[in-house]
């Protein structure tokens, strides 16, 4: 597996700004997704973070709201733009392709509360 | 469109029995299956996995069985244990693109 760290762990933010996350890993790797997981529901999918390229987004989910970059193998940030109250979640990045099967391993998870 | 579905939000299990967490999904080109662990305030753990070309996978105390025709597939714990309290999720992957699709999650309380 790999050690991945998120900052910040919780924030609480105003509606209309914007919060950007960020994702380390302490090894490179070639995968990292960013999942969401709303009060009391299941964790989904919001992108695959491709390096050196436009992240993949999901159904539902557009750039302009959650703008991601992958700038190298060990990094991404995730922004949520112009929040609101909707946005309160708590937001995963994962990462996988590590042992060469499915598995993915996840952050610790970012609290977000918009008030 | 509820893809993977786990229909108990609870479980309560005795420690020392087994506890037996399930997962249908309807999606029949999911090729792989996982079970995540998620304690409060953390990320989801991985704990075991399966293939769809597999039945069973068995790694300690924790066993997945997969029924394909039944679409379904269950998490063993044997024997259950205080520290198995948490939430469980099942995911499943669409090939290549190791996108998981993830159940609600089933809360597991393992009773002293």
């Known amino acids: 597996s790999a050690v991945i760290s998120q900052k910040p762990s919780r924030d609480i933010c105003q509606r209309g700004t914007s919060l950007t996350i960020q994702c380390q890993v302490d090894?490179?790797?070639?995968?990292m997704f960013w999942y969401r997981q709303q009060p009391g529901q299941s964790l989904t999918l919001i992108a695959t973070?491709?390096?050196?390229?436009?992240?993949?987004?999901e159904s539902g989910f557009v750039i302009d709201k959650f703008p991601i970059s992958r700038p190298n193998l060990t990094f991404s940030t995730l922004t949520v733009s112009n929040m609101s109250p909707e946005d309160s979640s708590i937001y995963l990045c994962?990462?996988?392709?590590?042992?060469?099967?499915?598995?993915?391993?996840f952050g610790p998870g970012t609290r977000l509360t918009v008030t | 469109d509820q893809q993977v579905k786990q229909n108990s939000p609870s479980l309560s299990v005795q420690e020392g029995r087994i506890s037996i967490l399930n997962c249908d999904y309807t999606?029949?080109?999911?090729?792989?299956f996982l079970w995540y662990k998620k304690y409060p305030a953390e990320g989801p753990t991985f704990l075991i996995s399966?293939?769809?070309?597999?039945d069973k996978n068995e790694d300690g105390r924790f066993t997945v069985f997969l029924n394909k025709s039944a679409k379904h597939l269950s998490l063993h714990i044997v024997p259950s244990q205080p520290g198995d309290s948490a939430v469980y999720f099942c995911a499943a992957s669409l090939g290549g693109a190791q996108k998981l699709v993830f159940g609600q999650g089933t809360r597991l309380t393992i009773n002293p």
């Open positions: 399966i293939s769809s070309i597999k």
């Open positions: 994962s990462v996988g392709g590590l042992t060469g099967s499915y598995e993915q391993y």
């Open positions: 999606n029949s080109m999911f090729d792989y």
């Open positions: 973070a491709n390096q050196g390229s436009e992240a993949t987004y």
């Open positions: 090894s490179q790797v070639t995968m």
